[in-house]
């Protein structure tokens, strides 16, 4: 009896030495926890994550709180610390709903769609409940090019009725080759949700009606492909064009738009150009489309023969004679590109973007601005009031005419109506310099540099920003 009384005492030391050593741990991992929660109400995600990764390491029975260090640290955008807790919480099995939703979304910002897609898949078939994963899922097969699943998953996404305009407008463009009714609806649908898609929904639209009329399959994609390409959607539209190259192998359109949309894509497409040369190299669109790659290469002495082939074989077509007009501007010959303006906007008198060339190309050489510029400039502003582009036209026209004021009134009104359109930052920035406002002109160039950081207006932003404010 008392050896078993000793080893009584012996085990409850033992276990209060025990509990001495573990209560200060435990106070301080729920302390931490109390500082984490504090700090969430606070938005403070930085500390918050901090508090609730210290209280997972104290509190090592509550591996949820993984998950919730993960969370707080991506809700403030730091996904360096919060990826290695999400796979911790991961190999623990402690990922809810939520997590594996974020988890996936840190790889999918970091265009690692191949561990996206495994992540959401994993989450889906965990939680087959949660239909968002499938609007997940759809942007991992987007990032991969894998179309078909990405419709699908799409699909199964908007019949929860819950999907957004850009998904209903987004299935609309992938139903368009093989389903052009429900393509239809999916467009409205997206049109009638959110306003912004109206051009867009507008322009595809027409494309499916003109394809609706084509004389055969390849014809009828490749009006698809070219809908696709006037919304900037050039990866649908490549494999519209390819689909009408398998279509009919012997369309030398098919095949031009092919190497355009593949040259879209980064890839060379001069093999195909060439196919489509040497299956009729009396097709107009096709040598405009060999013209503009010669152009993208910088061999604008070949795009001009193209381009002055083009337009002899089709002498009435205002596309043609305004890319000749390019052409010419390109080889230093002014006189030639202005007449192919004029002659683009007396075949289109009613098309306000004829106008609008001829008068920034009048604008941007400086040249028969009061006589030609202003006179074009107006002339597309009367045909679309609302047009920012047109609006940027005419501006920029009073600037270089010295009317600054006139200039800075409706490159204003321009920017009001697309306030993401780095060109007539450019200008307005500009026009302010030469008023004397450099205060307004630094806004405008910083934002113009900002919304165009890689391109041309980009560019000449930055320039005049060092030229200017260094």
Not at 317 to 339: C, F, I, K, R
Not at 407 to 431: D, F, I, R, W, Y
Request: hydrophobic share 45%; aromatic share 8%; proline share 4%.
């Amino acid at each position: 009896m008392r050896r078993v009384t000793n080893r009584t005492r012996i085990l409850l030391i033992i276990l209060s030495l025990l509990a001495a050593i573990a209560a200060p741990a435990l106070i301080e991992g729920y302390a931490a926890l109390s500082r984490a929660q504090a700090a969430s109400m606070r938005k403070d995600f930085a500390g918050a994550g901090a508090s609730y990764e210290a209280a997972a390491h104290l509190l090592a029975w509550r591996p949820a709180l993984w998950e919730k260090a993960a969370l707080a640290y991506a809700s403030g955008g730091d996904w360096q610390q919060a990826m290695p807790l999400f796979e911790r919480a991961q190999q623990r099995g402690a990922l809810s709903a939520d997590g594996w939703d974020v988890f996936g979304t840190g790889y999918w910002l970091q265009s690692r769609n191949t561990e996206a897609l495994q992540i959401w898949s994993a989450g889906f078939h965990q939680y087959p409940s949660e239909p968002k994963f499938q609007a997940r899922l759809a942007l991992a097969y987007r990032g991969l090019g894998r179309y078909d699943s990405e419709r699908q998953a799409l699909e199964a996404w908007i019949q929860t009725g819950r999907a957004s305009a850009a998904e209903h407008y987004r299935l609309g463009q992938l139903l368009m080759t093989t389903d052009p009714d429900r393509s239809r609806v999916m467009l409205e649908q997206a049109s009638a949700m959110d306003a912004t898609f109206v051009p867009a929904v507008d322009t595809l639209r027409a494309s499916l009606d003109l394809s609706a009329h084509a004389a055969d399959e390849a014809q009828r994609l490749v009006w698809v492909g070219r809908g696709l390409g006037l919304v900037e959607e050039w990866p649908l539209a490549q494999r519209a064009f390819d689909a009408a190259a398998r279509a009919d192998p012997e369309d030398a359109e098919a095949w031009a738009w092919l190497g355009e949309a593949r040259q879209h894509g980064g890839l060379d497409g001069r093999g195909e150009l060439g196919k489509a040369l040497a299956l009729d190299p009396n097709d107009p669109v096709v040598l405009s489309l060999s013209g503009l790659s010669w152009k993208r290469q910088g061999q604008f002495a070949r795009a001009l023969l193209d381009y002055q082939r083009a337009a002899s074989l089709d002498p009435k077509n205002a596309e043609w004679q305004a890319a000749l007009g390019e052409a010419y501007g390109l080889t230093g010959d002014l006189v030639s590109a202005l007449q192919a303006y004029q002659k683009a906007t007396e075949l289109a008198r009613d098309q306000a973007g004829y106008w609008r060339l001829l008068a920034m190309f009048c604008a941007d050489n400086a040249i028969q601005l009061q006589e030609v510029g202003l006179p074009a400039a107006k002339k597309a502003a009367s045909l679309a009031p609302n047009d920012p582009a047109v609006l940027d036209a005419l501006g920029w026209t009073y600037a270089q005419a010295g009317l600054l004021y006139n200039a800075e009134e409706n490159l204003s009104q321009a920017a009001k109506l697309n306030p993401e359109m780095a060109l007539v930052h450019l200008h307005l920035g500009e026009t302010y310099l030469r008023k004397g406002d450099p205060a307004s002109a630094l806004v405008e160039l910083q934002t113009a540099s900002r919304l165009d950081s890689d391109g041309p207006v980009g560019a000449l932003a930055g320039k005049l920003l060092q030229q200017y404010f260094r």
